[in-house]
Structures are given as structure tokens and as C-alpha cells.
């Protein structure tokens, strides 16, 4: 059995919590949340952490000289793949007009996820 100890980001409460494996390295028990979404991350967090990624690219062409727009990763990917995507990013330009929620990069760092973007760049 082996015990690992964290803290909850899944509501503002921050609650410390216990989770137990067994042998086989599956969730046994978890201890200290107070609510369903503690108790969802740290079941998620001990088996299989992912992360939502979030950065810029360069747009080329905008209108009013924004050089940049913001893009995260449309969903989370595994926490190990994180600087693959950071790699796969650089150097991306993307033409303007860019809209919310048009594709950056698609299966960016060979994740099976998209990169969107999260502001409007004309």
C-alpha cells in the first residue's frame, strides 16, 4: 500500500486530502475532501494527472497591430506531455482574422487535442 498526500484544487476550500493505493497502484480509498470534486481529483490526480495548457501564438496581418492571440489546449492532456506541446507551438503563425475557438494547432504535440484560441484577434 503507499499513501500520497495533496491539497485540492477543485473548489476554493483547498482541502487536504489522503489517497491510498493498493499494490496494483489503484485508488483504495481517499480521506479529507469535502465535496464530490475533491474526491474526483484526487482519484484523477494520482492515477492519470492532466493539465490544461495555455500560451500564445503570433498572428500575422492584424488589423489593429495586435501581435498575439491566446490559445489553450481545447481539453486537458496528460501532465507528461506538457512540454511537448510547449515545443510543437513554437514557431506557429496563425493568419488574422483569428475568432474564439478557431484551431491554432490541431493535435498539437501529437496528444489527440486542439489548440484554440481564447480571444478575438481582426
Known amino acids: 500500500m503507499e499513501t500520497k498526500r495533496l491539497i485540492c484544487i477543485g473548489c476554493p476550500l483547498g482541502c487536504p486530502m489522503k489517497v491510498t493505493l493498493n499494490d496494483a497502484g489503484e485508488v483504495q480509498s481517499v480521506e479529507g475532501f469535502t465535496c464530490r470534486k475533491g474526491d474526483v481529483y484526487a482519484r484523477k ?16 496581418g ?29 514557431g506557429v503563425t496563425v493568419p488574422a482574422p483569428v475568432y474564439i475557438g ?14 484554440v484560441a481564447t480571444r478575438q484577434v481582426l
Open 45 to 60: 490526480e494520482v492515477v492519470n494527472p492532466t493539465r490544461t495548457v495555455t500560451s500564445t501564438v503570433h498572428v500575422i
Open 62 to 90: 492584424a488589423i489593429k497591430g495586435e501581435p498575439t492571440v491566446s490559445c489553450k489546449t481545447k481539453t486537458d492532456v496528460p501532465k507528461s506531455k506538457i512540454y511537448d506541446v510547449m515545443r510543437d507551438l513554437k
Open 102 to 115: 478557431d484551431v491554432v494547432k490541431a493535435n498539437v504535440g501529437n496528444t489527440g487535442v486542439d489548440m
